[in-house]
């Protein structure tokens, strides 16, 4: 596509339950990135995947939080057991490989209550 | 480890400059900047890589000081859309992976 695609664009959850945030990257970027941005806050780096090499998840807050990319592409975060803590909005970005810039997506506005 | 911008906010009028700093205790191998408007996706601005090279947008000015682990941000000639939160990212050697200041606030008043 043109653009970096998030879905949903906002999800409201009960505490406790599992959520899915999917992105789509834009064709061709080998690099996917997740970011969280709570309210007025800056970017807080989750994890980065880097074509076929084992992503980098040391932004990761706890073992709830989980990502896959599958065949290079789309990316799905996981979080389970969803707090309070969790509500952000969580940012998707792609990239080609190397020195280029980052695309973000619209972001998934998460409600946790 | 986050790198740390100054200021936290500026207000300018219209056709005023400004320019926004940047700076790491880490070696880096590229700055990142980006502006976010106010619900919307953060922007790509530009991007200065260790050795000199830059890619952005014609209209943007910034530099890179490898020595001091700075950059700088310079907008020039203000316009009411250059409002919002710009971000500088930096990269540690070659990582791929940015790691965001926590944002400066630009408001252009008319």
């Known amino acids: 596509g043109a653009g970096v695609s998030q879905s949903p664009s906002n999800k409201v959850t009960e505490k406790g339950k599992d959520v899915e945030l999917r992105c789509d990257p834009i064709s061709g970027h080998t690099a996917l990135y997740w970011y969280r941005q709570s309210l007025g806050q800056g970017l807080e780096f989750l994890i980065y995947?880097?074509?076929?090499?084992?992503?980098?998840k040391s932004g990761l807050p706890s073992d709830r939080f989980s990502a896959e990319r599958t065949g290079g592409s789309v990316s799905t975060l996981t979080i389970q057991r969803t707090q309070q803590e969790d509500s952000a909005v969580y940012l998707c970005?792609?990239?080609?490989?190397?020195?280029?810039?980052?695309?973000f997506g619209s972001g998934t506005r998460l409600t946790v209550v | 480890q986050q790198p740390v911008q100054s200021p936290q906010a500026v207000i300018l009028r219209e056709g005023e400059d400004a320019v926004i700093n940047c700076s790491s205790s880490k070696a880096l191998y590229s700055v990142h900047w980006y502006r976010q408007k106010h619900g919307e996706a953060p922007v790509f601005l530009m991007i200065l890589l260790k050795g000199g090279e830059q890619k952005g947008h014609e209209k943007i000015s910034a530099s890179f000081n490898e020595k001091k682990q700075q950059s700088s941000l310079y907008l020039t000639a203000s316009q009411l859309s250059y409002s919002g939160t710009y971000f500088c990212?930096?990269?540690?050697?070659?990582?791929?992976?940015?790691?965001f200041g926590q944002g400066t606030t630009l408001q252009v008043k008319p």
């Open positions: 995947f880097q074509g076929n090499s084992a992503p980098d």
């Open positions: 970005a792609s990239s080609l490989a190397g020195a280029d810039g980052y695309t």
């Open positions: 990212g930096t990269e540690g050697s070659n990582t791929g992976k940015l790691i």
